[in-house]
Nanobody, 123 residues
Framework: QVQLVESGGGLVQAGGSLRLSCTAS????????MGWFRQAPGKERESVAA????????YYADSMKGRVTISRNNAKNTLYLLMNSLKPEDTAVYYC????????????????WGQGTQVTVSS
């Protein structure tokens, strides 16, 4: 089993930045593909970014490409999402996800999910 806990959300003005963190417990973090997703009120959950465990390659969905950076620190069992130039439409609950299958990447087929952290961007 893998437990995921997100943190770092909050209220930020448009144009601002936030860094989200996701700490994992359980089995080997370095063997997990990791992803960030978000869900705005009344909308479906959508992918934001993903990072492979085998190659360290990163993948970004069009939704926030160019404004976010995904990274991981295997020594700290932590995944990060740095978000810049935030817009009011980025307001959503942000979730991290993990899976031992390295190919899940930007799909929503992850086995393990955190509870989410709220990000609110004011205009």
């Amino acid at each position: 089993q893998v437990q995921l806990v997100e943190s770092g959300g909050g209220l930020v003005q448009a144009g601002g930045s936030l860094r989200l963190s996701c700490t994992a417990s359980g089995r080997s973090f370095s063997s997990l593909a990791m992803g960030w997703f978000r869900q705005a009120p009344g909308k479906e959950r959508e992918s934001v970014a993903a990072i492979s465990w085998s190659s360290g390659s990163t993948y970004y969905a069009d939704s926030m490409k160019g404004r976010v950076t995904i990274s991981r620190n295997n020594a700290k069992n932590t995944l990060y999402l740095l978000m810049n130039s935030l817009k009011p439409e980025d307001t959503a609950v942000y979730y991290c996800a993990a899976d031992y299958r390295d190919y899940v990447l930007l799909s929503a087929n992850y086995n393990y999910w955190g509870q989410g952290t709220q990000v609110t961007v004011s205009s």
